[in-house]
């Protein structure tokens, strides 16, 4: 049997979300398509900045066509390269902003 990571708090805080909308209604979607963001995308690539394997404060905001695309494609590859980073990026943002 294959051990995950701990998925510590599956469901989000309610800090945790009002970030996720933050992101959402501030900033287009993260893979430079120029369309809107629709939803927030959790990282699938590690980071030293994430704690758990399904980390609530490292997520991109994506249009949900693209988030379809990335998750048909089943990595953060091509266009969706250096999620984990800009990830980190928008977790620092929002804790500099008093999001998290
Ligand atoms: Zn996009
Ligand atoms: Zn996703």
């Given at each position: 049997m294959v051990r995950l990571k701990a998925r510590y708090n599956p469901k989000p805080t309610a800090q945790e979300k009002a970030f996720h909308l933050w992101l959402i209604e501030s900033?287009?979607?993260?893979?430079?398509?120029?369309q809107a963001s629709t939803l927030v995308h959790h990282v699938l690539a590690s980071h030293p900045?994430?704690?758990?394997?399904?980390?609530?404060?490292?997520v991109v905001p994506l249009h949900w066509t693209c988030h379809n695309a990335l998750h048909a494609k089943g990595s953060?590859?091509?266009?969706?390269?250096?999620m984990a980073d800009k990830a980190a990026q928008f977790r620092q943002m929002g804790i500099e902003e008093g999001k998290l």
């Open positions: 900033f287009p979607c993260a893979c430079g398509c120029g900045a994430k704690r758990w394997r399904r980390d609530h404060a490292m953060e590859t091509g266009k969706f390269a250096g």
